[in-house]
T-cell receptor
Framework: KAGVTQTPRYLIKTRGQQVTLSCSPI?????VSWYQQTPGQGLQFLFE???????NKGNFPGRFSGRQFSNSRSEMNVSTLELGDSALYLC???????????FGPGTRLTVL | GQNIDQPTEMTATEGAIVQINCTYQ??????LFWYQQHAGEAPTFLSY????GLEEKGRFSSFLSRSKGYSYLLLKELQMKDSASYRC????????????FGGGTRLMVKP
């Protein structure tokens, strides 16, 4: 079974731009969660999607948004990028009813 | 809200046993998780506790006391490859898979 895949793996943007990151969960997993990882703040939950609906939301500004498609693939979007948005963005998929979240390799976003 | 504390760094010797503690204060509780993360890699699942007691899984064990808001991860027969960050995470009592992570404990295993 293929693992969680994320594209792109690396991205460089400038302040004020917007970015879209993609995550393909493990086949059969309908829950996709997104996390931001930075050296200062650690791993922080952004949001979770299940069956195309946002099920949980973390404490991030409205510039951060996401969606999920009928095939469970998910995208997250960050608009009006700030320097502080530079981070590793991880997505994780879960088979509903199970407890283990499988993480993808992440997208390393650098904002200049 | 959630508050999760764990030591920032620990050092241990190859072949030894190490215990990484995690304390939490949460508004709801529906499970505690331990993840391992090697530098430059994604976190990988180690263990899950929702009831009090010890869960053993090979060289790794995890303990939970809900009344004390306390958990620990025990690593036995340490190997050099165990050098990594170990993160505890709490799932609240809302539906879904939202995890709140502690800051992580960087474990260095020395020969």
């Amino acid at each position: 079974k293929a693992g969680v895949t994320q594209t792109p793996r690396y991205l460089i943007k400038t302040r004020g731009q917007q970015v879209t990151l993609s995550c393909s969960p493990i086949s059969g997993h309908r829950s996709v969660s997104w996390y931001q990882q930075t050296p200062g703040q650690g791993l922080q939950f952004l949001f979770e999607y299940f069956s195309e609906t946002q099920r949980n939301k973390g404490n991030f500004p409205g510039r951060f948004s996401g969606r999920q498609f009928s095939n469970s693939r998910s995208e997250m979007n960050v608009s009006t990028l700030e320097l502080g948005d530079s981070a590793l963005y991880l997505c994780a998929s879960t088979y509903n009813g199970n407890n283990e979240q499988f993480f993808g390799p992440g997208t390393r976003l650098t904002v200049l | 809200g959630q508050n999760i504390d764990q030591p920032t760094e620990m050092t241990a010797t190859e072949g030894a046993i190490v215990q990484i503690n995690c304390t939490y204060q949460t508004s709801g509780f529906n499970g505690l998780f331990w993840y391992q993360q090697h530098a430059g890699e994604a976190p990988t699942f180690l263990s899950y506790n929702v009831l009090d007691g010890l869960e053993e899984k090979g060289r790794f064990s995890s303990f939970l006391s809900r009344s004390k808001g306390y958990s620990y991860l025990l690593l036995k027969e340490l190997q050099m490859k165990d050098s990594a960050s170990y993160r505890c995470a709490v799932r609240g009592d809302n539906a879904g898979n939202m995890l709140t992570f502690g800051g992580g404990t960087r474990l260095m295993v020395k020969p």
